[in-house]
């Protein structure tokens, strides 16, 4: 049963903070201002976001060890990373990688050029990938977004709303640029005594250039998977992939 809410303006905003601090604070998912609406009754979004950005506000001002993030469509309140070493202390627990480096190449493909097959996985990354998108759908991830029009219709992957909620982002349009994680290294130049510079042919230029496309790929995709990590979510947790 919904709670009547005081009629007087400044009465009514701290109660509204309040229930909104109430549901945030018992829900480990992100709450919805659609989820938040339900509960308030005949309070409009907009009255809604503004109580939820004053408590944000609040909590800033007074460098409190809680902020709310707006994450995967909904608001939530995680701890504040300034004092993310004090908790490690507590719970004696050091930072661990939650995705092994495979899984995190494999998810920054399916990230980063969604939809994609099993197979252009393995092309990109130039190993068998079963166990590791096995791995990423158990995990909720990844999953089927369809089938490619080929012989045999491969099903097609790609994220999923959990997956925005793992690395704390909004939408896709947050992941990182891939030009922020440079990982292809130039070849050496030496100079040849007129300005110019010149680049001596690796044994692997001269012997398989086929080769070329592939190494780039996996390069990109281990910057893609730079790009997650950095992304991904720097309280401890128990659970690792």
Known sequence: MTEQIPRESDGQDRHVKGVVEALLFVNEKPVTLEQIK???????????KQAIQSLSDEFEQRQSGIKIVEIAGGYQMLSNPAYVSYIRDFYKTKHKEKLSKPALETLAIVAYKQPVTRTDVELIRGVNSDGVIAHLLTKELVKPVGRKDV???????????QFLEYFGLKSLE???????FPNLTAPAQEDNG???TAVEPTAQEQTAPQEEGQAEAVAEAQAAADALAGEAPQQPQENNA
């Open 174 to 180: 947050d992941l990182p640029a891939l030009e922020e």
């Open 151 to 161: 012989p045999g219709r491969p099903f097609l992957y790609g994220t999923t709303r």
């Open 38 to 48: 339900r509960v308030l009754g005949a309070m409009n979004a907009a009255g809604i």
């Open 194 to 196: 007129d300005g110019q």
